[in-house]
């Protein structure tokens, strides 16, 4: 895969990258190599990196989830990336801020997400955990932002749009998405403030 972007320092400077980089590599993979191979750059800390990342047209960037890989985030080119530690005070900064989307499952408790990206699935290491067995460990990921993305994660049960299974979906307004469970309920994304 190639990605065009411009990376922005901490200290405000910016130049164009190429990335070029097998579709599985991950975004922490990614942005240590950037956060190394940057002469301009301030040392690479021996600590987890990943890239905040502003696509043309979004009002402010977003954290990337550093385990995605390349081929699953949304990022493209003509992004503005930066480099964050995610170890750092304020890295969860992103998610601050109002609701814009809410994950609903029947008989278990609603998770309001404001912007960020967030993996869903029964392992604790989750963002949002489900208990529920036919939940993958990591079954899908939502990307909270200017838009909502649900991107299914290869689980077993897959993402269910209109009657049919998708591996990608953009949410919008007040639809929804659903994923199979046994109590046949249903993880609704809707935006809006």
Not at 20 to 45: K, M, Y
Not at 161 to 177: F, K, L
Request: with cysteine; aromatic share 2%.
């Amino acid at each position: 895969m190639r990605l065009k972007a411009t990376l922005h320092r901490p200290e405000g400077t910016q130049d164009d990258i190429v990335v070029t980089a097998d579709a599985g590599a991950t975004i922490g993979e990614i942005a240590g190599t950037i956060a190394r191979v940057d002469p301009r750059g301030p040392a690479a800390p021996d600590r987890p990196l990943t890239l905040l990342a502003q696509l043309p047209g979004q009002e402010r960037p977003a954290a990337l989830p550093p385990d995605a890989a390349l081929g699953e985030a949304w990022i493209g080119s003509g992004a503005v990336v930066a480099v964050v530690d995610r170890e750092l005070p304020g890295f969860d900064a992103p998610r601050a801020g109002h609701v814009r989307a809410a994950v609903r499952v029947e008989g278990q408790p609603v998770h309001e997400l404001s912007e960020g990206s967030y993996v869903v699935g029964r392992s604790p290491e989750c963002d949002v955990v489900l208990d529920d067995p036919l939940v993958s460990k990591r079954h899908l990921r939502v990307d909270v932002g200017d838009t909502v993305d649900v991107v299914d994660l290869g689980s077993a049960n897959g993402l269910v749009v209109d009657g049919g299974h998708v591996s990608r979906v953009r949410v919008e307004g007040r639809s929804g998405c659903s994923s199979a469970t046994r109590r046949s309920s249903s993880s609704g994304v809707p935006t809006g403030s």
